[in-house]
């Protein structure tokens, strides 16, 4: 019972400080993301598309998450924009101070878009809110159409839903109608997403919605 | 500091029970495997084609760990092979006393090879002993040539390595060697198969393997 209320008292630390980082966001004029997804489902590839496109249009800055090695912000620092490392040492998922802690490192006040890249897991970082406007989650199609369903607090808590991999729609057994039905299914508000971040299939319209999103907030 | 002793404890429980398991499994001469990884790399597809070849030869039975439904058991049940599942409501990994609660569901007198496949999480479970022999890491080309060293942890603490979706190899960016050398930098006692457990590519080694590991152990 003690073990319980310890990981009770942790989530409600946590969502004080993630309601304090929003505070923070709003002020700043930022349109925040949380992208999660499981490992290799292609966060940072997605992240690098993203960035070849509109780093003209809008400023972003991006934060870094990894249990393990700077190898994905050091992708990221190869276009010339702002973005900060949190190496979680292990831990699964990122929390509310870590980022607190990160973004005193990044010019918020000259961001439009800031971008927070999660731990590869398709499980814990459900469960922590670190103040963004939007959780969105991706899943690439190699994965499965079945992933809402055996992962559905992920889907539940995430305004965004990005199909990836569809460039392999021809190799492999994936019925994207099903994907979406299992998706909406368990988050009937999603807004589904369906890409190849490698071809740039579907980029298009990611990116308008973004840029959307940036300019309401403006 | 008070949370870091509570999570101590906790891992020093699951170590004592998984101990406990591990006495139990040894008495009854199986062999035991933990099969773990990202969401989607095909662990049940893999025990799939596995069932459908060796069941003759030995007597299988299955711990399936999901973090929601019981669809995994489902398409095992079919085998025609004692299967329990594991709904961990959300918890991201397996822990030993669940799998002490599972198993006595099962004949393990009458087993050869007792499969725990592990919920799709490449962090979490890397830190909870369940009392199995080995540690089986899945991961599949689709995910990146460089996941063993973004989730070190799990590769570590791993005697096998299996990468899978080999059949996907001539459409995406996959270095196959570079993947080894990825895995066994961080670990260099890893045995490595590289198998389509949709094709059945490379599927002889790995059965080869795993009917040697019963045979050793009766």
Same mark, same amino acid.
């Given at each position: 019972m003690s073990v319980i209320t310890v990981e009770r008292k942790i989530l409600q630390k946590n969502d004080e400080v993630a309601a304090a980082n929003r505070q923070t966001f709003t002020n700043s004029g930022l349109f925040t993301i949380n992208l999660v997804s499981s490992p290799g489902a292609g966060k940072t590839t997605l992240l690098e598309r993203t960035l070849e496109k509109i780093t003209g249009q809008m400023r972003i800055s991006v934060v870094e998450g990894d249990v393990q090695t700077d190898n994905d912000a050091r992708r990221i620092a190869a276009y010339d924009i702002p973005v900060v490392q949190i190496v979680?040492? $292990?831990?699964?998922h990122l929390e509310a101070q870590l980022v607190k802690d990160a973004v005193v490192n990044l010019p918020l006040a000259d961001t439009d878009l800031l971008i927070i890249e999660n731990?590869?897991?398709?499980?814990?970082?459900?469960?922590?809110?670190? $103040?963004?406007d939007m959780k969105v989650v991706l899943f690439s199609t190699t994965e499965g159409d079945d992933k809402p369903l055996k992962y559905p607090k992920m889907f539940r808590v995430a305004d965004v839903c990005v199909i990836n991999k569809t460039d392999l729609l021809p190799y492999i057994e994936f019925d994207i109608q099903k994907a979406r039905e299992n998706a909406l299914n368990i988050n009937p508000n999603l807004t589904i997403f369906e890409i190849s971040a490698k071809t740039g299939e579907g980029m298009d319209a990611w990116l308008k919605w973004l840029a959307g999103e940036v300019e309401r907030r403006k």
């Open positions: 979680t040492n $292990g831990a699964c731990v590869g897991n398709l499980v814990c970082p459900a469960s922590y809110d670190l $103040g963004e």
